[in-house]
């Protein structure tokens, strides 16, 4: 008989968590003012709100905790850290910050100035808060595939050669500091950029002498689909797959609380040495001295740690393996989630699962609020809400897509718990067509209005 998949860990500690009665979930959102970032943690069952810092680290990575070491400059945790970057990315030179943000924050300080472009592939939320912050313009060039959620293409976060190739010939090279590509694009839902399309991406920026840095916060994952989607690369080790990427790179921001499996943590590494000198300024203005950047030294060797085991096949098979049995569960019941399944999340497309609810009405917000009410699960609204209203005239911007995105912590759930996520929306879905009324905004922020905003059912 065929030996099936399973995990390469077994579990040492466990956390517990508590089911309520559906009376007790529709208390408590109604309390929340039906807003799923107002609910605590001990109201949830099972939290897919984000995979970001809610992984859990292995016994190495705790034990490394316990060496850390806390000195304020040179302490041993920054070495071990910069062997690992070194060793897996290929960076001679990396500044430590508090999170994926502050790196950015860092890096755009020293190189995006007013009026600047930022060519990309959908760039982040917090990627591109940065850039307009400081008066720049990010510029999507993904490929035009990327937006059809029903349409198979192995490589959905790619950039599109002659969308970037048109940006980069329009504005002189001084007025582009960089091209950032994101691995996976997180905003196309967990979509994986080829290897191909970053050589040629990196070949084109040289054409033009033009940097390319990479938000890497899923990196890993990224390479996980070149070795099992891209021809040439089934036999090469994702720690080789991972080193031929940065090859077409200049520079990357990190996010560690994806794939460095750690709680908290990021950094900027560059291959040049002008671009490190350029950024440690800031990095000790906002983040703190060159050899912490607002780390602790625990959190520094645990992450040394946590790329190490990000770059393993065998992790990395559990991990999409985990994602992938939950889409495929959606799938077999019918329920209409983007296609291919991505990396660290599903996204359910609530305007295909909710026909009846009207989009003023906020469709995806609707469905998150069912399905948390259902079976005490939190997946988080990317749609109306989250798209924030036009700045000029007030008015809500409707996105193209109401998503529901359910992302996976790593190593955190089980497979059942992703059967009984399953088995909710699917109890949703069989009552679909008596779900008709939506909600209405009571109060909200001027912007990033959906972590505070306050609703009333309709
Ligand atoms: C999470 C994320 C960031 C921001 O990182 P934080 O650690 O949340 O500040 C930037 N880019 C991408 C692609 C991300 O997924």
Same mark, same amino acid.
């Given at each position: 008989?065929? !030996?099936?998949? +399973?995990?390469?860990?077994? /579990?040492?500690?466990?956390?517990?968590?508590?089911?309520?009665?559906?009376?007790?979930?529709?208390?408590?959102?109604?309390? %929340?003012?039906?807003?799923?970032?107002?609910? =605590?943690?001990?109201?949830?069952?099972?939290?897919?709100?984000?995979?970001?810092?809610?992984?859990?680290?292995?016994?190495?990575?705790?034990?490394?905790?316990? $060496?850390?070491?806390?000195?304020?400059?040179?302490?041993?945790?920054?070495?071990? @850290?910069?062997?690992?970057?070194? =060793?897996?990315? #290929?960076?001679?030179?990396?500044?430590?910050?508090?999170?994926?943000?502050?790196?950015?924050?860092?890096?755009?300080? %020293?190189?995006?100035?007013?009026?600047?472009?930022?060519?990309?592939?959908?760039?982040?939320? $917090?990627?591109?808060?940065?850039?307009?912050?400081?008066?720049?313009?990010?510029?999507?060039?993904?490929?035009?595939?990327?937006?059809?959620?029903?349409?198979?293409?192995?490589?959905?976060?790619?950039?599109?050669?002659?969308?970037?190739?048109?940006?980069?010939?329009?504005?002189?090279?001084?007025?582009?500091?960089? /091209?950032?590509?994101?691995?996976?694009?997180?905003?196309?839902?967990?979509?994986?950029?080829?290897?191909?399309?970053?050589?040629?991406?990196?070949?084109?920026?040289?054409?033009? #002498?033009?940097?390319?840095?990479?938000?890497? %916060?899923?990196?890993?994952?990224?390479?996980?689909?070149?070795?099992?989607?891209?021809?040439?690369?089934?036999?090469?080790?994702?720690?080789?797959?991972?080193?031929?990427?940065?090859?077409?790179?200049?520079?990357? $921001?990190?996010?560690?609380?994806?794939?460095? /499996?750690?709680?908290?943590?990021?950094?900027?590494?560059?291959?040049?040495?002008?671009?490190?000198?350029?950024?440690?300024?800031?990095?000790? @203005?906002?983040? #703190?001295?060159?050899?912490?950047?607002?780390?602790?030294? =625990?959190?520094?060797?645990?992450?040394?740690?946590?790329?190490?085991?990000?770059?393993?096949?065998?992790? !990395?098979? +559990?991990?999409?393996?985990?994602?992938?049995?939950?889409?495929?569960?959606?799938?077999?019941?019918?329920?209409?989630?983007?296609?291919?399944?991505?990396?660290?999340?599903?996204?359910?497309?609530?305007?295909?699962? !909710?026909?009846?609810?009207?989009?003023?009405?906020?469709?995806?917000?609707?469905?998150?609020?069912?399905?948390?009410?259902?079976?005490?699960?939190?997946?988080?609204?990317?749609? $109306?809400?989250?798209?924030?209203?036009?700045?000029?005239?007030?008015?809500?911007?409707?996105?193209?897509?109401?998503?529901?995105?359910?992302?996976?912590?790593?190593?955190?759930?089980?497979?059942?718990?992703?059967?009984?996520?399953?088995?909710?929306?699917?109890?949703?879905?069989?009552?679909?067509?008596?779900?008709?009324?939506?909600?209405?905004?009571?109060?909200?922020?001027?912007?990033? =209005?959906?972590?505070?905003?306050? @609703?009333?059912?309709?």
């Amino acid at each position: 008989m065929h !030996l099936p998949f +399973a995990e390469n860990y077994r /579990i040492k500690m466990v956390e517990p968590i508590r089911k309520s009665t559906r009376e007790e979930r529709k208390r408590w959102i109604r309390e %929340a003012r039906y807003n799923l970032f107002n609910l =605590r943690s001990d109201q949830v069952f099972v939290d897919l709100l984000t995979d970001s810092g809610t992984g859990a680290m292995s016994d190495q990575q705790w034990a490394a905790v316990m $060496t850390g070491d806390e000195s304020y400059a040179g302490s041993s945790s920054y070495f071990n @850290l910069q062997d690992s970057i070194k =060793r897996i990315l #290929g960076f001679d030179h990396f500044l430590p910050t508090h999170q994926g943000r502050a790196a950015e924050n860092v890096l755009f300080s %020293a190189l995006v100035k007013d009026g600047d472009i930022v060519p990309g592939n959908s760039h982040f939320d $917090t990627t591109k808060g940065h850039i307009e912050f400081r008066h720049a313009k990010a510029i999507d060039c993904t490929i035009d595939e990327a937006f059809d959620t029903t349409l198979d293409h192995p490589f959905k976060g790619n950039i599109d050669l002659v969308k970037l190739e048109m940006v980069l010939s329009t504005y002189p090279k001084e007025q582009i500091p960089m /091209i950032i590509v994101t691995v996976t694009c997180n905003t196309s839902g967990g979509q994986p950029v080829s290897m191909k399309n970053l050589r040629e991406v990196y070949a084109l920026a040289q054409k033009y #002498g033009i940097k390319v840095i990479f938000d890497s %916060a899923r990196f890993a994952e990224n390479a996980y689909f070149i070795k099992t989607r891209e021809e040439g690369y089934k036999e090469k080790s994702i720690k080789e797959i991972v080193r031929e990427m940065y090859s077409y790179s200049d520079g990357m $921001t990190m996010s560690s609380k994806k794939d460095g /499996i750690v709680n908290i943590g990021g950094f900027i590494a560059f291959r040049d040495e002008e671009t490190y000198k350029k950024c440690t300024m800031f990095n000790i @203005l906002f983040e #703190g001295f060159i050899t912490y950047g607002g780390m602790a030294g =625990r959190d520094m060797n645990a992450l040394a740690v946590g790329l190490d085991e990000a770059t393993e096949m065998d992790y !990395l098979e +559990a991990r999409i393996g985990q994602v992938r049995h939950l889409g495929e569960k959606l799938l077999s019941y019918g329920i209409p989630i983007q296609y291919p399944i991505g990396g660290h999340a599903i996204f359910v497309d609530a305007k295909k699962f !909710l026909p009846h609810v009207p989009r003023e009405e906020y469709i995806a917000q609707t469905l998150a609020i069912e399905l948390y009410i259902e079976a005490g699960v939190r997946g988080v609204e990317i749609g $109306t809400i989250l798209a924030d209203r036009d700045p000029d005239t007030r008015v809500n911007r409707y996105p193209d897509l109401e998503l529901v995105r359910l992302a996976i912590p790593r190593r955190t759930y089980t497979n059942n718990h992703m059967d009984y996520v399953a088995a909710g929306l699917k109890n949703v879905f069989d009552r679909r067509d008596q779900i008709k009324n939506g909600f209405k905004i009571v109060r909200e922020a001027p912007i990033l =209005r959906h972590f505070t905003v306050e @609703l009333d059912k309709l």
